[in-house]
Each structure stands twice: as C-alpha cells, then as structure tokens.
C-alpha cells in the first residue's frame, strides 16, 4: 500500500508541476517526467502497481480537460509505461547501467512504449476537437518526445533512488554539491540569460561535456542530475525567450530542445555504463592475474622466463631452490652458466625446435646448482612475447632426483622378485620362440622330468594333442606381443601322459627375441571339485532364473490394473462428467483394483506358476463386458496417441460362460498393451467370438489387430518366449521386458487353448488366443447370483458406534465412508493410546477397527491394554478387528494373540465390512464373542 501511495503521490506531483511548465501549445509539455516515473516504478516494484498510475495520470489530466478526455489520455499514459517496462523486462536490461546497451535498451524502450501515449494523446485531442486534423502529425510527434525525453530523464533517477542508492560520504557529497552549483551556473549562462551574446547555439552543447565529466566521477547519479538540471534550465529558457535556443526559428526549439535533453543524458549513461565494464573487466583481470600468480609461486615445479639471450627476467621460489640461487644472483647469470657443456648438442637442437614449433622439450637434462653438484631435470618450454613485443621463453622444470630414486628402487624390487623365481614352491618355466630355454625345480617336479631334462625342446611336448598346442599360441602370444599378461587354463600332459589341469600365466620379457616368463598352478584338484559342485551350481542357476522372471513377471502384471485405476481416475477428476460416466469409471477402477488386489495375492503363492499348479477361478462373465471394460482400461492411453480403439462381439449379446475373467482380462491387456506401443497411426481392433460348442464345453477366440508396424516371418519364430523381443531397435524404441505375450501362452495353454499371430513386416499384426469355457445358461446365471447375495441386505439394520483406529488420514477417510454407508457412527483416533483413553469413557463403542502398526502405541500394545481394563473393571469385552496390511497367517496369529478377534486384510472392501457388522453383539452386550477368522 505505501508503494502504490508513493507511486500516485509521485506521478501525480510530477505531473502536476509539469503542467505548469511551460508548453509548447496549450496541450502539449515539452518534457513530461511522470512517464519516467511510471517506468522506474513499474520496473522496479512491479506491474501489479500500474493503478497507481492510471490512477495518478487521470487526477492530473482531470485538471486540464473534461472527464471524457481525461480517461482517455490517462489509458495512453498507462499503457505505454507497461509497454516500456515489458520491453525492458524481455530484453534483460539492468537498472545499474551496468552494460553498454543498458542505455539504449532504456532509450528504445522509451522510444516504442511512449508511441501508445502519444498516438492515444494526439488522437483524443482531436476527437475532442481541441486540435484540428492538420495539427495532428505535429502534435503526435510532440507528444511522443516529451514523454520519450521524460523516460530518458526521469526513468534512471527514480530507478536509482528505489534500487538503493549507496549513499555518498561527506568528502563525496561536498564534490557534489560543488560541482551542481558548477553547473547550475554555466547553465544559466546558456540557457537564461537574454544577451545576446551567449546565441551560439554551438555552446548549447557545452553541458555535455560537464555530464559526461561528471557521469565519470561519481557515476549514474551524475549522469542522471546534471542532465535533468540542465533540461529543465533549457525548457525555462527556450520558453521564456532566453538562452542560445530563442534566437533560432521558433519551430525548431523544441526540436534543439528535445535533442539536447536527450543527448546529455544517453551521453552521461553511456560513459556509466563504459566505467561499469570498464571497472569489472580490471577487477576480473586482477583476480586473473593474482590466481595465475598464486598458481606460479605455489607450483612445485620450477617456472623461469628467459629472453633469447638465456638471461633470467622472472622465475619462482621452486625454480630458487632447484637451481640453490639468491633471486639476485640468478638475476646476474645465464642460461648457459647452469648447463655442463656435454649438453651443448642437445641445447642446439631444443632451440631449433623451439624456432620451429614455438615449443621444446619434454628432455632430461642436468643443472649446474650453485653448491657445483649436478641436478637432474625434466624440461618443456614454450616461446612467447612480452609486453614490448620481444621474444621470451617460459621454461617448465621438474626436479627427477626423487622420481630416479624410486626408478633404481623398482630395479632393485625386481631383482629380488627374479630370485624369486628361482623359488622351488613356484612352478616357472622361460621360453624363447617357444623353445623351453630354462625350467625350475618346482616345474620338473609337477611334469616328472628331470632337470634340464626339458632345455631346448619345443613346449608342444607340454600338450596332449596339436589343437591345444595352437589354441594356446594363437590366444597368448597376440596378448604378450602388446605388453599384457595372458591367464588361462590348459591341459598339460606329464612324461608319463598324466593329464593335469593347470592355470597358466605369461609376460614377455623381451619382445625382441621372444623371450617370454610362464607361470604354473595345478588346479586339477579344484576341477574336480568344481565338477562335484556343477550340479549344485546348476540348480542355484535355475532358481535365480526363476527368482528373476517371477519378478520381471509380477511388475508386468501389476502396471496393467494400475492403468486402470489411474487413467479412470484421472477421467474422474475432468469436469462436466455425467453420473453415469461417473459411476462407469468408478465401476472401472473398482475392477481394476480387485485385479490389482487379486495379482497380489498370487503374489503369496506364485511358486505354482512354475510348477504349473495356479488355479484358475470358475465364475461367470459377460464376453461384451468383458471387451467393453478391457477397452475402457486403455481408451486414454489411445487418445494420448491418437489411435482409434475398437471393440466388438460378434455373438449373443446376452452369452453367458463360467471361466476366469481376471486372467483373460489380463491376456487381452498384455495384446492391447503392445499394439498401442507398436502403432503410430491407426486402429486397434479388439474382437471376441463363439468358435465352437460340444461336450457343454465352448471355444472362444479372443484377437488383438492393428496398422502397427508389424511382423517378418523370421522375428516371429522369437513371439511368445520369456524375455524375448522382435529385435535390438525395437527393444530400445519401445522398450519392454519381453514377458507379455509369453504370459499370455502360459495362461491360454492352462486354459486348453492356444495363442498365434498373423502378420506382415510394415502391414501390422493380429494376435489372437483361444480359451475352453462353460456355456451358462440364463436361469444359471440368475441362481448364482442369488447364491452370492445370499440373501444379506443391502444395509444393516442396526446403528452402531464403531471406534476406527488409524494413523493414516486416507484409510480412516475410506473405512469411516464405508460404515457411514453401511449405516453406522463412528468416531476416529489416530493410535492406539489414543484408543485406550477412549474405552476408559463412556459410551463404549460397540466395535474397535484396530491398525496394527501406528505411532506413540502400536494396535497390538493398544489391544493388550485394552482386554486387561475390561478385566479389571469387569467389563464385557468389546469386539476388536484387526486392519492391517499384512496377509501372511504370522500377522493374523499376532493379532490373536494380542486379544483381537478377527482380521481383515487391507485393502477393505465393502462386503467384507458389511458381512462382519451382522455378527457384532447388540449394545447391551448379549451376543456371543466374535472368533478369528484367516485372511
């Protein structure tokens, strides 16, 4: 609220001493600064400000005009600051002056935005018919410098004022202060003075010169006030007859006016903006220079410039302490004076490809420390100029005493490790172009040969056959011949043609002559044991495949119900639904969760599937329902991709057949599924028919087509097996885990049926299955039913009070709708301390809903409690069910153990509520005890 006070307060201040400026006509200002008040204030506090300034544009122009012309010139006003702001916002323009093209961001901001003002100004004064037509260009084009000259003035002063303007010290402000009184003086010379001495309309321009001084010194403030100062002195001036603009033409001085207003201050914000950059390219260059000097003397690695004298000009402390030199003793030597003279050659030739490529090195070299010791060195170079053009070499030096160390080390690491060989516990052999040219005793032993039985023969005495002979030539030497190690295992046979197994290692030693080291390690033993455990490890194989595809299996059973659920959902969610397409996707998603609840309980046992021992169900469905809702499930996924879902059933519309509805529905699905994948633009078809009826038994052919990308003859052979797909680029366009249609042969096999496809590559596919089901007749299907509902009404009779427990606010949202519907009162506690405290009052509930796990007291602790306050107090007990998630016969035996007395199994479902409230004793008490009833 003070923003928008301060906003109108502002706008209408400027506005109204702006009108009493002097005009050029009796409408138009000269320079109208509220416009650069608006676009300082919009900017920088928001868009959702501009009332303010519609607001304060309508009170001044109401001071001049008729209502009427008033509102009209105050929507140009208002109007054209949003656009100038709109401008500026999209162009990312920065109210610092920061950048050069801050200025003219801000200059064609002001130039389009004020375009509306001046257009809606000029054309409501002559509507009004306060001007007349011919009037009109020129008025326009007055109207649209004054208030553009009003942004280019008004725009940065205010932006600098809200932006936080970092207050100047006294020293600062007395220079300040000192230079405005400067400047006011040469600008009455100028401007208000009427001699006509001061008529050069060349020294009309001199003030330039002071705000381009100024904007230097103290920046955007200024810029900013010396320009308006000096505009404001320019309009008194030219209007009152005086200054060096009222001795030209009178057309022309707003012209020389609006020109110089506007020179002055894109002038002073240009020079700001060039000291900004100008500042924060040196402070980046400093920060550059300090890292880059800071890298140099923390370097480990000694750093030195040379010109192409040798003479040192600058180096660091590494490059001080390799060389064992004061800095100004370095300073007084060369180059050469540090290099024994044996380097003399290898200096020349470093130079020359230095010359060459503007580089050398890398080479090893020696220094010359100041003690007379030698230092060994590795050296790179660059050549390049300095600042004054001259040709300059950067020298990179590592001292290598450390790393030489540690190479003799290794050496002698090595020498070591040779003698090892010679160890008897280690089976070595060397040979040379495959000729054994040396054996240890560890080998002789394992092959039984005597020693140096072996030195001189060809290594294929080694092999039983020729084959193992050149498999073992052809695999190592390749490898050996790189520098690598060959490891393997091969058959070796021993002088007395004992086949052993042994793990061979080789390295080259000397690639030249072929000369290469072999290792040995008996590892019959451990192939013997490795073949007593084949059979083992075979098995664990089998039942990690299994593991795997049970779980790849599950998750592509599960996503087809959740499809369900969530596309219906979603459709629930859309307004303008009628109550029977509610009531229709409410139908689809209970559907779709019981499959969903159903596949999860196959969850428990799936082991059967393997074993071929699922057991399908035997209940009666509607074929036409059956597709209706299968199609339901995937009609937004085929919106989504533009595709045309069909379904038809070509029979009895009234057939009726016992079998397993989840699983076809679930065949059908994984169909539907892939044909929406695979087709971009189509139909996917959906058909059922009657095949044949005999023995009370039917065939029913179930078929998925579409205009998808089809099939070739060679890719079908992989259809219908577990984890195969079409190929690799199918596998990464449309992903899958390859599972879907080799459920749906398992299920129709199980069914007495059969599955197929017919297709063509690029003509799309048609995928069909064909299950064995019992035909039901009408009256059949009408006793049944009757059977299910046996007989229970709808809703109990009886009202009770049931105490529902639950720490989740969604579960208590459902089982507190479901009791409401089923006619019952309920209250609602969020743990089980909760539920203790409550039994403690009364009424007593007449039934507890207890979740087993909760915060602060779990249900099984809760329940505990509950049966010792009825006992201490002689109270009859109160039914308590147990509602958890659990569903294993452990969790049921837990919560009987707790002194629950029944148990149901989330997700509840109505009937399951409905079935146990009928059983519940009444009120008072007198009805028997419920029992625990299994999951």
């Not at 702006?18 to 920088?44: E, S």
């Not at 060039?274 to 880059?292: D, F, G, I, P």
Request: a negative charge; glycine letters at 8%; aromatic letters at 8%.
């Amino acid at each position: 609220m003070l923003r928008f006070l301060a906003l109108l307060s502002s706008y209408f201040a400027a506005g109204w001493l702006g009108l009493r400026m002097p005009a050029v006509d009796a409408h138009i200002t000269l320079i109208w600064l509220p416009t650069g008040i608006a676009v300082a204030g919009l900017f920088c506090w928001g868009r959702g400000l501009w009332p303010a300034v519609a607001l304060g544009a309508l009170l001044v122009n109401l001071t001049i005009g008729s209502p009427s012309l008033a509102v009209a010139i105050a929507l140009g006003n208002t109007l054209a600051p949003l656009l100038a702001v709109e401008l500026l916002l999209r162009t990312g323009f920065l109210a610092s002056f920061a950048r050069q093209r801050d200025p003219l961001l801000l200059l064609l901001a002001a130039a389009v935005g004020m375009l509306i003002s001046a257009g809606g100004g000029a054309l409501s004064l002559l509507l009004a018919g306060v001007i007349p037509a011919a009037a009109f260009a020129s008025a326009f084009l007055t109207w649209w410098l004054g208030d553009a000259v009003g942004v280019l003035l008004g725009a940065p002063l205010c932006m600098l004022i809200l932006a936080g303007w970092r207050r100047p010290g006294w020293r600062e402000l007395r220079e300040m202060l000192a230079w405005l009184v400067l400047a006011l003086l040469f600008g009455w010379f100028i401007f208000l003075r009427s001699d006509s001495a001061t008529g050069h309309l060349p020294l009309a321009f001199l003030p330039v010169s002071l705000v381009a001084l100024a904007a230097m010194r103290f920046g955007i403030a200024g810029a900013v006030i010396p320009s308006l100062a000096f505009s404001v002195l320019a309009v008194f001036g030219s209007a009152t007859g005086r200054g060096v603009f009222a001795l030209h033409d009178a057309a022309q001085v707003p012209y020389l006016v609006w020109a110089f207003m506007t020179t002055c201050v894109v002038t002073g914000l240009l020079i700001t903006a060039l000291q900004a950059e100008r500042k924060r390219m040196e402070s980046t260059l400093r920060e550059s220079e300090q890292k880059l000097r800071g890298l140099y003397e923390l370097s480990p690695i000694g750093i030195a410039m040379t010109d192409m004298q040798g003479r040192y000009l600058e180096f660091n402390q590494a490059f001080l302490q390799i060389c064992g030199y004061s800095a100004d003793e370095l300073r007084a030597l060369d180059y050469w004076q540090l290099t024994p003279r044996h380097y003399e050659a290898d200096e020349q030739r470093q130079l020359e490809q230095l010359q060459r490529t503007g580089r050398y090195g890398p080479y090893e070299k020696e220094y010359i420390r100041k003690d007379g010791s030698l230092i060994p060195l590795l050296l790179n170079g660059t050549l390049v100029s300095d600042r004054d053009g001259q040709s300059c070499i950067w020298s990179f030096v590592e001292d290598t005493t450390e790393s030489r160390r540690i190479q003799r080390q290794m050496q002698a690491v090595l020498a070591e490790q040779r003698a090892m060989l010679e160890n008897d516990l280690i089976v070595i052999f060397r040979v040379s172009q495959r000729i054994i040219r040396w054996t240890n005793r560890a080998f002789d032993r394992l092959l039984g040969y005597q020693p140096d039985e072996l030195i001189g023969q060809s290594t294929r005495v080694l092999y039983p056959d020729e084959a193992g002979y050149l498999a073992l030539g052809e695999a190592a030497y390749p490898l050996l011949a790189q520098g690598l190690v060959y490891r393997a295992e091969h058959q070796f046979v021993t002088k007395t043609a004992e086949i052993r197994w042994v793990e061979v290692s080789g390295a080259m030693l000397d690639l030249d002559n072929g000369e290469s080291l072999w290792a040995l390690v008996d590892v019959s033993e451990r192939r013997r044991s490795q073949a007593a455990l084949s059979q083992a490890k075979e098995a664990a194989d089998a039942a990690n495949a299994a593991k795997s595809q049970f779980l790849a299996t599950m998750a592509h059973e599960i996503r087809t119900p959740l499809n369900g659920v969530l596309g219906m959902a979603q459709l629930l969610l859309q307004e303008e639904l009628s109550e029977r397409e509610r009531r229709d996707y409410a139908r689809i998603i209970l559907g779709s969760g019981q499959v969903l609840l159903t596949l999860l309980n196959d969850i428990l046992d799936f082991s059967k599937i393997e074993a071929d021992k699922l057991q399908l169900q035997s209940v009666v469905f509607h074929p036409a329902q059956l597709l209706a809702e299968t199609a339901a499930l995937f009609a937004e996924l085929a919106r989504s991709k533009n595709l045309q879902l069909e379904q038809c059933w070509h029979g009895d519309a009234r057939g009726r057949y016992r079998g397993d509805p989840v699983r076809l529905r679930q065949m059908l699905s994984n169909l539907i599924g892939n044909a929406i994948k695979f087709t971009s633009v189509g139909i996917v078809r959906i058909e059922a028919r009657e095949l044949a009826l005999a023995d009370d038994r039917a065939e029913l052919e179930f078929s998925v087509s579409d205009d998808g990308i089809g099939i070739s003859q060679e890719q079908q052979a992989l259809l219908f097996q577990p984890f195969s797909q079409v190929d690799a680029s199918n596998t990464r366009a449309y992903g899958g885990t390859g599972l879907g249609l080799s459920i749906v042969r398992k299920l129709a096999l199980m069914m007495q049926g059969d599955v197929g496809v017919r297709s063509r590559e690029g003509e799309g596919s048609c995928f069909w299955f064909r299950v064995r089901v019992e035909p039901v007749a009408a009256d059949d299907e009408a006793r049944e039913q009757l059977r299910d509902r046996g007989g229970q009404s709808d809703l109990p009779q009886i009202a009770r009070l049931v105490l529902v427990v639950e720490d989740n606010a969604t579960n208590r949202i459902v089982v507190e709708a479901m009791l409401k519907k089923l006619g019952q009162r309920v209250e609602c506690v969020e743990h089980g301390l909760a539920a203790v405290e409550r039994l403690s009052r009364l009424p007593r509930p007449d039934l507890v809903l207890m979740d087993c796990q909760m915060p602060v007291m779990d249900g099984y602790e809760a329940t505990r409690q509950i049966r010792q306050q009825e006992l201490a107090r002689g109270q009859s007990p109160i039914p308590i069910i147990a509602l958890t998630a659990g569903a294993y016969e452990a969790d049921r035996q837990q919560c009987l153990q707790a002194g629950m007395d029944a148990f149901l199994s989330k997700p509840v479902m109505l009937k399951d509520l409905q079935a146990i409230l009928p059983s519940l004793p009444a009120a008072d008490g007198s009805a028997p005890h419920l029992t625990g009833s299994s999951p």
